[in-house]
């Protein structure tokens, strides 16, 4: 069956850096887009990045374009998420999603 486990989050002061990762097994990696989501308190779920199978194309949520980067190794069939600049808004739980299947999500909070 599809697993997907993220890992990576914790606590981290405004201005810092954290590499998220997810590492997937039960379907064909390279053939799936990727993506990754994040949830708040009181929010609703929201798209964060995407990326295509091979990894020639990507998108991202207007509010971490330029600071957070996309990225996948279909060997290790894992997708990973590097978040520089991070600021107390950024604070969520992350969410991988591929397949009809999302991960357990990893807690990021961006706090002094």
């Known amino acids: 069956q599809v697993q997907l486990v993220e890992s990576g989050g914790g606590l981290v002061q405004p201005g810092g850096s954290l590499r998220l990762s997810c590492t997937t097994s039960g379907f064909t990696f390279r053939n799936y887009w990727m993506s990754w989501h994040r949830q708040a308190p009181g929010k609703e779920r929201e798209l964060v990045a995407t990326i295509s199978g091979t990894g020639g194309s990507t998108t991202y949520a207007e509010s971490v374009k330029g600071r957070f980067t996309i990225s996948r190794d279909n060997a290790k069939t894992s997708v990973y998420l590097q978040m520089n600049s991070l600021k107390p808004e950024d604070t969520a739980m992350y969410y991988c999603?591929?397949?009809?299947?999302w991960g357990q999500g990893t807690q990021v909070t961006v706090s002094s």
């Open positions: 999603y591929a397949a009809l299947n």
